[in-house]
Nanobody, 120 residues
């Protein structure tokens, strides 16, 4: 099992910034992918950004140019720097972990979620 501990959520004014962090512990393996998803009321959970072993990244179109994901070399800790936040970014943000090899390949692990609220 993998445990994910999130931090950095909160309330921010539109145009402001937040930095989300997530640390994975437990049955960590490599290669793997970590990232952030978000879910707003009435909407499906969606990918915001992810980073994989080898430092390849993937961003939602809405995040490109505003958000930056980074991680340590082992991809056990990730950060999401969110700039120029908009009210539509308001959601619960979930840290995500996925092994990319081995017996637990494609299993999805989720953090408890951290609320991000962007006021107008």
């Amino acid at each position: 099992q993998v445990q994910l501990v999130e931090s950095g959520g909160g309330l921010v004014q539109a145009g402001g910034s937040l930095r989300l962090s997530c640390r994975a512990s437990g049955s960590i393996s490599s290669p793997n992918t970590m990232g952030w998803y978000r879910q707003a009321p009435g909407k499906q959970r969606e990918l915001v950004a992810s980073i994989s072993s080898g430092a390849s990244t993937n961003y939602a179109d809405s995040a490109k140019g505003r958000f930056t994901i980074s991680g340590d070399n082992a991809i056990t800790t990730v950060h999401l720097q969110m700039n120029s936040l908009k009210p539509e970014d308001t959601a619960v943000y979930f840290c995500h972990y996925r092994p990319d090899s081995g017996a637990y390949r494609w299993m999805n692990y989720w953090g408890q979620g951290t609320q991000v609220t962007v006021s107008s």
